[in-house]
Structure formats: structure tokens, C-alpha cells
């Protein structure tokens, strides 16, 4: 198994469909992705999440960056998988097996790191019900045996709190013709907008 600086170095600094211009600007907009949706092998079971529409489609006419939050914050892979916990009137990520595994702290730091350095993405695909990456209904424990699908990805959640503007939708959002087009409009104008 790689350590976890390679693992992040690798997974951060991929860049899938790159082109740039003379003056290095990128000649498509920049969409951020969750790794494993791209066939990156990041899950917490070593496995991947490939969409072939995103892989295959999208990326005719966009630049993917992108990155698994949970590798950057040290879990490796494979890792003991996390969920969203109500406690205390906040939602935390804490191991299922192992609850004093807790990467809160750690998820909404490297969030906001990441916040201040994607200045020149256009957009975000993110992955569905993850407790780090989902943007909407995922599964929050409430209590010690029911759940409740209201939670955000506790990274998902801090990029777009800190980039209220950046367009962003999950895979199978995407799947939907209407807010597909409105995605990929926002997208477009997001970009030209801070090219100019
Ligand atoms: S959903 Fe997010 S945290 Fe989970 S494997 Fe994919 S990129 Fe990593």
C-alpha cells in the first residue's frame, strides 16, 4: 500500500484531459470531481465509483481535477469507513465500526484549504451519499439506531459554503436531462465569466 503523502500527492495533482492555452490558461472549464468517479481507486474498499458519462462524455468538453478528501486527510486505502453522526446539535464524521474515529476536524480544515486553491474551477461533480462528498440526503445517524437522510458531505458542505457560486451537482443529478443542461450552462458561464 502507497504511504499517504504519495497518495495525496498522486491524487491531488492528477489531472484528467488537461489542455491549456499558449498563455496557460485552460482551453475548457475546470470542473472539480470526486476521485473515484473517475475509476481512481480511493474508495474505503479499494474499489472505484467510474461514471462512463462522466469519463467518456463530460470530458470531451471539460478538464476534471480531481480529489478524495478522505485519502488527503491520512485514512488510506483501504480504510474503516466513516459516516455522518448527529451529536450535540452538529454533524460529524466518525468511523462506523470505531466512533472515536473522528475526521470533522480534518475534512472541514482540508476543505477549506482546498477552497482557497481551486480559484480556477468552474464547477463540481460530486459523489452521491458519501458522508464526505454528498451534497444533499445523505445518511446521518440520529440517536444510536435510526437514521435520517439529511446530511451533507462534511467537504462537500465546506466548499460550498465557502464557494456559494461554484455550480455543483452529484452523478445522478446528472442523469437528469433539465439540471444536467442547467449544470453545464452555469458551468460555461462561471468560466467565462473569470476568464474576462
Ligand atoms: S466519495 Fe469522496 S471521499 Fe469517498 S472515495 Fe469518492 S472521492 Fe473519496
Redesign the pocket.
Known amino acids: 500500500m502507497k504511504s499517504i503523502n504519495q497518495e495525496d500527492k498522486t491524487i491531488t495533482s492528477l489531472r484528467y484531459n488537461s489542455r491549456m492555452s499558449p498563455t496557460n490558461k485552460p482551453l475548457q472549464p475546470r470542473i472539480g470531481i ?4 473517475l475509476g ?1 481507486n ?3 474498499d479499494g474499489g ?2 467510474k461514471n462512463d458519462y462522466i469519463t467518456e462524455e463530460l470530458s470531451r468538453q471539460f478538464e476534471f481535477i ?6 488527503a486527510v491520512g485514512m488510506g486505502i483501504p480504510r474503516p469507513p466513516i459516516q455522518l453522526v448527529a451529536f450535540n446539535g452538529e454533524i460529524r464524521a466518525q468511523g462506523i465500526d470505531n466512533p472515536a474515529m473522528d475526521i470533522t476536524l480534518a475534512l472541514h480544515k482540508y476543505a477549506k484549504k482546498i477552497a482557497q486553491e481551486i480559484d480556477d474551477l468552474s464547477g463540481y461533480i ?2 452521491k451519499n ?1 458522508p ?3 451534497i444533499k440526503d445523505v445518511k446521518v445517524l440520529v440517536g444510536t439506531d435510526k437514521y435520517e437522510l439529511r446530511g451533507q ?1 462534511l ?1 462537500a458542505a465546506e466548499i460550498m459554503r465557502q464557494l456559494p457560486d461554484l455550480p455543483v451537482i452529484n452523478e445522478q443529478q446528472l442523469t437528469d436531462e433539465t439540471l444536467r443542461h442547467q449544470f453545464m450552462d452555469n458551468v460555461r458561464t462561471y468560466y467565462q465569466t473569470n476568464q474576462q
Open positions: 470526486s476521485s473515484c468517479l481512481e480511493v474508495r474505503y472505484n465509483t480531481p480529489y478524495c478528501p478522505e485519502v460530486f459523489k458519501s464526505s462528498c454528498g458531505g467537504f
